[in-house]
C-alpha cells in the first residue's frame, strides 16, 4: 500500500504539463489533472485514517484545485468541503476558509439549500470556534436568507433568532437590530401552532432589547401595546408583567425597581444568562449602579 507521501508526489507528477509527442500520443492534460485530483484525495483519506488532520485538509485542497483544472466545479466543492471537516477541529480558521470557497461555488450552482446547511455550520465555527461574533451573525443571516428562499421558513427564523441574540453580544451591542428580529419572527408566529408557545420569549426579548437600546421605554411601552393586540394571552402572563413593570422603572430611572422586578420574576421563571446581560446592561444605563444582578437573584 502506498503511503500519502508517494500518492502526492505521484499527483505533482500527473499536475506537469506535458509537450511534444508525449502529449500527442498520452492522454490529456485534463484527465492528468483529474488523475492527481484522484491521487490527492486517496493521499488525504490516507492522512485521516493516521489522524493528521491537518496534513488531510492541505491535500485535499490540493485535490480541489487539481479538480478545478479538471472542469469538475462540483467535485471541488465537495473536496473543500472535506477540507473544512478536517480542518475543523485543529486550524479553524483554514476551516473557515476552505467553507466559504466550497458556499461561494454552491451559490453559483444555485444549490441554495446546501449552501444555508453549511453557512449554519459556518456561522457556529465563527462563533464558538473563532469569537468572530460580526461574521458569524452575516453567516447566520445568510442562512436565514436562503433557507426562506427555499420554503424552509422554521429553519429560517432559528437562524434569525441565532443572529439576533449575537447582535445582543457585549462586543456588538445592537440591540435596535435584535429587537426588529424579535418582533419580526414573534409575528411570523402568531399562526403557527409550533411556533406560538415562545411567543411571549419573543415578546420579552424585543422588549428588553429596546430597554437596552438607550433607556427607549418609549418604544418597549408600544411594542407592550402591539404584542397585546397581536396575542390578547399575553396579557395576562408573567412575561407581560414583568415587562411592564420594566418599562415604568426605565421611564423613572430606578435601577432598583429593575433589580426588584428582575429577583420576583426570577422565582417563578428562572432568567438566563442572556437576560441576565441584558437586564445589567438597562439597570446600569438608566443609573450608573456599583453592583450588577446576582444570577440567581438571591
Do not use: H
Request: aromatic letters at 10%; a negative charge.
Amino acid at each position: 500500500m502506498s503511503s500519502p507521501e508517494q500518492l502526492i508526489a505521484e499527483a505533482e507528477k500527473k499536475c506537469k504539463k506535458v509537450g511534444g509527442l508525449a502529449s500527442f500520443f498520452g492522454s490529456s492534460q485534463q484527465s492528468r489533472y483529474e488523475e492527481a485530483g484522484d491521487l490527492y484525495v486517496q493521499a488525504a483519506n490516507l492522512y485521516k485514517l493516521q489522524k493528521r488532520n491537518t496534513q488531510a485538509g492541505q491535500t485535499f485542497e490540493k485535490a480541489a484545485e487539481s479538480q478545478k483544472l479538471a472542469e469538475s466545479p462540483d467535485e471541488a466543492a465537495n473536496t473543500l468541503v472535506e477540507a473544512f471537516k478536517c480542518y475543523k477541529t485543529e486550524v479553524p480558521i483554514e476551516a473557515a476558509r476552505c467553507l466559504e470557497q466550497a458556499i461561494e461555488m454552491f451559490v453559483r450552482k444555485g444549490q441554495f439549500r446546501r449552501s444555508a446547511n453549511f453557512k449554519a455550520d459556518l456561522g457556529e465555527l465563527y462563533e464558538n470556534e473563532l469569537n468572530d461574533i460580526p461574521k458569524a451573525i452575516q453567516s447566520y443571516e445568510d442562512a436565514s436568507e436562503w433557507y426562506k428562499g427555499d420554503s424552509a421558513s422554521a429553519l429560517g427564523n432559528k437562524f434569525a433568532l441565532k443572529a439576533a441574540d449575537l447582535y445582543c453580544d457585549n462586543t456588538v451591542q445592537e440591540y435596535a437590530k435584535a429587537a426588529v428580529v424579535y418582533e419580526r419572527v414573534a409575528k411570523e408566529s402568531l399562526n403557527n401552532n409550533l411556533a406560538k408557545w415562545s411567543l411571549k420569549e419573543y415578546f420579552l426579548k424585543a422588549i428588553l432589547c429596546r430597554l437596552a437600546d438607550n433607556n427607549d421605554y418609549a418604544s418597549g411601552n408600544a411594542l407592550l401595546q402591539r404584542f397585546t393586540q397581536w396575542d390578547p394571552t399575553f396579557e395576562s402572563t408573567r412575561e407581560y408583567e414583568f415587562a411592564s413593570k420594566l418599562v415604568e422603572a426605565v421611564r423613572n430611572g430606578s435601577p432598583d425597581d429593575i433589580a426588584n422586578s428582575a429577583k420576583e420574576f426570577d422565582k417563578f421563571s428562572r432568567l438566563d444568562a442572556f437576560k441576565i446581560r441584558i437586564l445589567n446592561k438597562i439597570k446600569t444605563s438608566v443609573v450608573e449602579a456599583p453592583e450588577q444582578l446576582d444570577e440567581d437573584f438571591t
